[in-house]
């Protein structure tokens, strides 16, 4: 692509790279008017798709309106045929919490739904014996009920897998201390569920184990009839699920709405499934059969060291036992070895098969791939078309955002996130949103599903201002025509829009790959946020102060590379061994992320995949093994794990760390290898093999992430400074290989600009680039243009506009509108819209200050301020200036500005500034400055928050409260300056 149709592109991209919504429908309530009112509204505001789920709207009658229903299905067909008539993406949305991932055609005891390994344990001192039936589990027992949507039903069948005898050595508070060497599997001696044994004399008591599979009964709400959640495990899930589709929902006025749209997708969201018994084991039919086939040994005898207790995800698991001492190793070999053959199992009998079906009628698959669950969190990555992360379990954090950078930039898949989902619904102003989506795109994000939308309209009784709730108070923001924002959504959806389609071009250029493997990734990193003495830390003070923005990561806690501008991202070792991952041109996956070299850094590292790195070293791949790193393990405890050496053993008990150790050793013999004793040698032992940042500062910056990627000549650089709240303002010299000429784009309007501030360092383009706290700034570099440098352009105020005239535009609840709908099924569908009722508030007092603190409008106001000032210039910009206007602060409201009338022109909510260069004229210029505020003023004086939980309180284990918020500044608060730029 040349720079003239980078440009042209730029200017006006294509609907598939603005940003998309998740939305909440009241099930199958909404009627067609609503449904194609709403997607004609977020049409119009700009959203390039959209991504719809059925919500529990309270007391609906599910039978009627719930997944599944009539109703339901009607609702797909027309929105499905409504975004696809405007050339918008269509997601259906699969997750255990969203009833169409669970299915009516199974019970607990069908081998398609979920299953679980439970147990009962009974005690024997030495030399006792026990006779008769065995212990069943009590399924009728009362269950724990998790803070997370969805519940256990009714389950009846269990089935004896696995009777284990073992020695107990010590009990101490919490579990027991067993001899591994001690276990006997005494399964093939149970005749009708009943065992006559007697345990071993002599060294102590003796524990009995009788393990038992049954259904989890995991189901969700709402649905047509209960549902109950699949296996994702043995193949019988996979297949009831394309069954189902295949018969009940792809009715054939489906299916031609779907081949019409090629950006049907499914979204399969994050798995949240549940086990509910003492044992805490994912399992099915196939799972001992499997793991003897792959592991080459029976897992039965292991089974009392892997049962465990999880707190919500799977990065809180607790083991109920663990071994002596000189066994522990081993134990932690299997406890790899059985989330290992959970990740096959999850990739071969779910993610595969269920991919294939979507294809072959005409549709992708995006998923959040494994985080929640004791699954691998990177190595499905090659089996979906997109994967996902989110804001809200990741709380914004650029280490989080590179754990699935690897899978996706490895394979070449669509990188996306879904954003904005908080536990501060409505309080937020639209920076805080903005940094989010800024902090994804340094990590290669390019995708953005904003959570979420939600139609105003609702459930008529329970519907109240400013609208239908959709996801709950409690997890999300909404991006939708109840913000006094959205009538800048247009301008900024274009802007992100822009960004994301440069960053789509050519292929991602990143420095680093480093081998990591997890099944236990912390995705509750971003959920909840207390101080040391219990105290509730506010999103918006964790995701602006802490970790990052305080320069903590938590998975490479070395910043050293990213201080000096290199890139770096994670992906299990395995995924080297792929056929379709290749070492060439000197570089691990030239026509993808094209890693200069590799670290590793784990205690553990398969043997094989050290072969592999091995022979690539013996080609040239550069290498480094980093002893001493330590990582997250769990954010809410604290607790990190170690590795004191790098790869000293294999993960599993394959018999194979003599294998490793002299594959290790010949691998630190090679010229391309070396090693670091500690994290913060890092930087420097990479150069040391000759490694250059392709994006490298000249300077260490402590401020700047940057994202690079390459099409042809072309190189597309995105910069931002991440310390929003902490940080000043900063300038970086950021050098990238190869000489040319540098270009900025604005995102607001889609100008091309030649930059100033560009030098060269032999064959090295050097940018001089200034920002401010949270801004971002958009670059391309054209190769194949003769090389032109140029100084970095001054500024200089022209004048301060401190004369202004101040209106807002104040939002509050107006008369409701009855929405009804009979289509002849004999009943009447109702719904409720309310609506936005606007005062204008015209201050008394010009001056620029906070609408809480301004006479005349005060701390309950929310909606839209008005701004207009004039200002009488005698010259204009000569050649080589521009004018600017900057905006000071908009408390981090969105807005526009416009210039005599003309087109509206919107802002960096961090750094509003707006080029109005080719805007004035000579004598009088009139400036109006319109910028919105979030809801929270207004409702906060409504007593909205008196009756909204704080769900990170009950997250936390903290005793129940309410959301607590304070009137927040909202409005354009200066100072205002036109500036000269030279």
Request: charged residues 25%; proline residues 6%; aromatic residues 8%.
């Amino acid at each position: 692509m040349s720079i003239d149709e980078l440009a042209k592109l730029i200017k006006d991209p294509p609907i598939e790279y603005r940003p998309e919504v998740r939305w909440w429908l009241a099930e199958g309530l909404h009627t067609d008017q609503t449904l194609r009112h709403e997607i004609d509204a977020a049409h119009r505001l700009g959203f390039g798709g959209m991504e719809f789920l059925a919500m529990d709207e309270g007391d609906v009658d599910h039978e009627r309106y719930g997944w599944g229903a009539e109703e339901w299905v009607h609702d797909s067909q027309i929105v499905v045929e409504e975004t696809t008539r405007r050339g918008m993406a269509v997601s259906f949305t699969s997750g255990t919490n969203w009833s169409n991932a669970n299915l009516p055609t199974i019970d607990p005891e069908h081998p398609a739904a979920a299953q679980e390994l439970d147990v009962v344990a009974e005690d024997l001192p030495a030399g006792g014996s026990r006779t008769g039936a065995l212990p069943r589990v009590d399924l009728q027992a009362p269950v724990e009920q998790s803070v997370i949507p969805g519940h256990r039903a009714t389950v009846t069948g269990q089935s004896l897998v696995a009777v284990v005898a073992i020695r107990i050595v010590d009990q101490p508070a919490r579990g027991a201390v067993l001899d591994a060497e001690s276990a006997m599997v005494l399964t093939g001696q149970v005749r009708d569920e009943t065992l006559d044994w007697t345990a071993p004399t002599g060294g102590g008591r003796w524990r009995l184990f009788s393990y038992w599979m049954h259904g989890t009964g995991q189901t969700a709400s709402p649905s047509a009839s209960v549902n109950y959640t699949v296996n994702y495990l043995d193949p019988d899930g996979a297949e009831a699920v394309i069954d189902y589709w295949q018969t009940q929902v792809l009715t054939p006025q489906l299916r031609e709405q779907i081949d019409r749209n090629p950006r049907t997708q499914m979204y399969m969201d994050s798995l949240e499934l549940f086990t509910y018994g003492a044992g805490g084991l994912f399992w099915g039919r196939t799972v001992a059969e499997e793991f003897r086939n792959r592991r080459g040994y029976d897992i039965a005898r292991w089974l009392p060291f892997l049962t465990r207790d999880v707190d919500l995800m799977a990065p809180a698991t607790q083991y109920h036992h663990e071994p002596l001492d000189d066994q522990r190793r081993d134990v932690q070999k299997v406890r790899y070895d059985y989330v290992r053959t959970l990740t096959d199992l999850y990739i071969e009998n779910m993610l595969r098969p269920f991919a294939a079906f979507l294809h072959s009628v005409g549709m992708g698959l995006r998923s959040e791939i494994s985080y929640g669950l004791p699954f691998e969190l990177t190595r499905p990555g090659p089996e979906v078309d997109g994967i996902e992360t989110e804001s809200l379990e990741f709380a914004a954090q650029i280490d989080a955002y590179r754990l699935l950078a690897g899978p996706a930039h490895l394979f070449g898949k669509q990188y996306s996130s879904e954003t904005g989902a908080t536990t501060r619904n409505h309080m937020l102003d639209h920076r805080f949103y903005d940094q989010i989506i800024a902090t994804q795109l340094a990590a290669g994000i390019t995708k953005t599903v904003l959570h979420g939308w939600a139609s105003t309209a609702g459930a008529d009784g329970v519907t109240e201002w400013p609208g239908h709730e959709g996801m709950l108070p409690l997890f999300s923001e909404r991006f939708d025509t109840r913000q006094p924002a959205a009538e800048f959504y247009p301008l900024w959806t274009a802007a992100l829009g822009r960004q994301q389609c440069l960053l789509r071009q050519g292929k991602p250029r990143i420095d680093v790959g480093i081998l990591r493997t997890d099944h236990f990734t912390d995705n509750m990193s971003g959920l909840v946020f207390f101080d040391a003495d219990g105290n509730r830390i506010p999103d918006e003070d964790a995701y602006g102060r802490w970790w990052m923005r305080d320069r903590q990561n938590h998975w490479w806690s070395d910043l050293g590379m990213q201080d000096a501008g290199w890139s770096y991202e994670f992906f299990d070792g395995s995924l080297l061994l792929r056929d379709d991952v290749r070492f060439a041109d000197g570089v691990v996956q030239p026509d993808g992320p094209g890693y200069q070299a590799l670290i590793i850094f784990q205690s553990q590292l398969d043997a094989d995949v050290a072969a592999r790195l091995l022979q690539w070293a013996r080609q040239g791949c550069r290498i480094l093994v980093v002893h001493g790193a330590a990582e997250l393990k769990l954010l809410m405890s604290a607790e990190y794990t170690a590795h004191p050496r790098a790869a000293t053993g294999t993960p599993g008990l394959d018999g194979r760390d003599g294998e490793l150790a002299e594959a290790m050793a010949a691998l630190l013999a090679q010229p391309t290898v070396a090693e670091a004793a500690d994290p913060s040698e890092t930087l420097a032992a990479l150069r040391g093999l000759g490694v250059t940042g392709r994006a490298e500062f000249a300077a260490d910056n402590r401020n700047v992430l940057t994202h690079l990627r390459q099409d042809g000549d072309l190189l597309q650089l995105y910069a931002y400074h991440f310390l929003y709240e902490t940080g000043a303002p900063t300038t970086v010299e950021i050098t990238l290989a190869g000489r040319g000429t540098a270009y900025r784009i604005d995102p607001w309007t889609g100008a091309v600009r030649h930059h100033r501030g560009v030098r060269f360092d032999g064959g090295r383009t050097v940018l001089t680039v200034e920002l401010a706290p949270g801004e971002t700034a958009l670059f391309t570099v054209d190769c194949s243009a003769t090389a032109r440098s140029s100084t970095p352009a001054s500024r200089q105020p022209v004048v301060e506009l401190a004369d202004w005239t101040v209106a807002v535009e104040s939002w509050d609840a107006g008369e409701p509108e009855l929405i009804t709908e009979d289509r002849g099924l004999g009943y009447q569908s109702r719904e409720v819209r309310p609506r936005t009722a606007v005062t204008r508030i015209d201050a008394p007092t010009p001056g620029l200050l906070a609408w809480k603190d301004m006479p005349g409008i005060g701390p309950d106001v929310s909606g839209v301020g008005e701004y207009r000032t004039s200002v009488a210039l005698d010259r204009l910009p000569e050649p080589g200036e521009r004018y600017l206007l900057d905006l000071g602060s908009t408390a981090g409201g969105l807005g526009s500005v416009r210039i005599n009338g003309g087109d509206p022109v919107g802002f960096d909510t961090s750094r509003p500034v707006v080029d109005v260069t080719d805007r004035l004229r000579l004598g009088i210029n009139s400036i109006m400055v319109r910028t919105a505020s979030s809801l929270n003023n207004r409702l906060l004086a409504r007593g909205y928050y008196d009756s909204i939980p704080d769900v990170a309180a009950q997250l936390g284990g903290r005793s129940p409260r309410m959301q607590h918020t304070v009137p927040q500044p909202h409005g354009l608060l200066g100072p205002v300056r036109l500036v000269c730029e030279s």
